[in-house]
């Protein structure tokens, strides 16, 4: 399972951006995750989603400004990101994870594949 994502760049403090992560195969039974590691840190958790959109969680850093979405038709997922701060800055990954059941995943050890990370800057 091959993950890109794109749409990473520099935008300004108050702007959008829109991530999305094109998946090799059909994404119909894969939780799908959006990660971020800004220079110095750990990876941290951002979002995700459930199979069909069913349930969706966001960190609270994020919450509110964040919007996770996925079109399983397209094999898609897309994290719309608005009201942007310095802060977001990081690189940003997609993962997957296999899973029977449909349910949020929060660890990045939970996930199965990732993408090579695309960057976003926000500059104040």
């Known amino acids: 399972v091959q993950l890109q994502a794109s749409g990473g760049g520099l935008a300004q403090a108050g702007g959008s951006l829109r991530l999305a992560c094109v998946v090799s195969?059909?994404?119909?039974?894969?939780?799908m995750g959006w990660f971020r590691q800004a220079p110095g840190k750990e990876r941290e958790f951002v979002g995700a989603?459930?199979?069909?959109?069913?349930?969706?969680a966001l960190a609270d850093s994020v919450k509110g400004r964040f919007t996770i979405t996925r079109d399983n038709a397209k094999n898609t997922v897309y994290l719309q990101m608005d009201s942007l701060k310095p802060e977001d800055t990081a690189v940003y990954y997609c993962a997957a994870k296999r899973s029977p059941y449909s349910a949020v995943a929060y660890a990045a050890g939970d996930y199965d594949y990732w993408g090579q990370g695309t960057l976003v800057t926000v500059s104040s």
């Open positions: 989603v459930t199979w069909n959109s069913g349930r969706t």
């Open positions: 195969e059909s994404i119909s039974r894969l939780i």
